[in-house]
């Protein structure tokens, strides 16, 4: 039976309790992903063209890079008016050091996960039943990346981290050989 007293439960997003950014670091996130769009447009727009403009491989990623743009001006010019309001909080109020850190961590898993696929490449073939597949530093750098990362975002039995990593390493290598054909990162 439910308690009458009791105030109905409501879901309020994921956000809600938490205020908005120091508009200090709104502005340089905002200036960050501009420069980032306006690189990968360029980057994009450099790509040569084989056939029609609507099928030029830099369209995709031109697109997105344009929304990425559009976002990040609507995110400045919203710390603009925050600011123009006089909503002068300090740029590291309210900051959990713990958070940050692991975000930072995470960061630097996904640099020396990318570090290692340019460093490590390698590549093994071999048969398995008549099928031929491709060992390459994909599957190892990405199976010991996704455990740490994993690991780091859940505390469980390490051979669960391992054994989750390992499976999907495994599914996606495989999907992507057999059912794409698609090179893997990692090959040459």
Do not use: C
């Amino acid at each position: 039976m439910a308690d009458q007293g009791q105030p109905a439960v409501k879901f309020e997003g994921e956000e809600a309790g938490t205020d908005l950014a120091s508009p200090k670091l709104d502005l340089i996130a905002s200036a960050a992903l501009i420069a980032i769009a306006i690189s990968m447009m360029a980057a994009s727009f450099a790509l040569p063209m084989p056939g029609a403009f609507q099928t030029a491989p830099g369209l995709l990623p031109f697109i997105v890079a344009a929304s990425l743009f559009v976002m990040a001006l609507g995110l400045g010019a919203s710390a603009l008016a925050r600011r123009g309001a006089g909503n002068h909080m300090p740029a590291f109020a309210g900051r959990d050091l713990s958070t940050d850190l692991r975000s930072l961590l995470l960061a630097v898993a996904v640099a020396i996960y990318i570090a290692a696929l340019q460093v490590l490449a390698f590549q093994q073939n071999f048969s398995i039943f008549g099928t031929s597949l491709r060992l390459s530093a994909f599957e190892p750098a990405t199976i010991v990346t996704l455990a740490v990362i994993v690991h780091m975002s859940w505390r469980g039995p390490l051979w669960i981290t391992a054994t989750v990593s390992i499976v999907w390493t495994t599914i996606l290598s495989l999907v992507f050989q057999l059912v794409f054909r698609v090179p893997l990162p990692g090959t040459f």
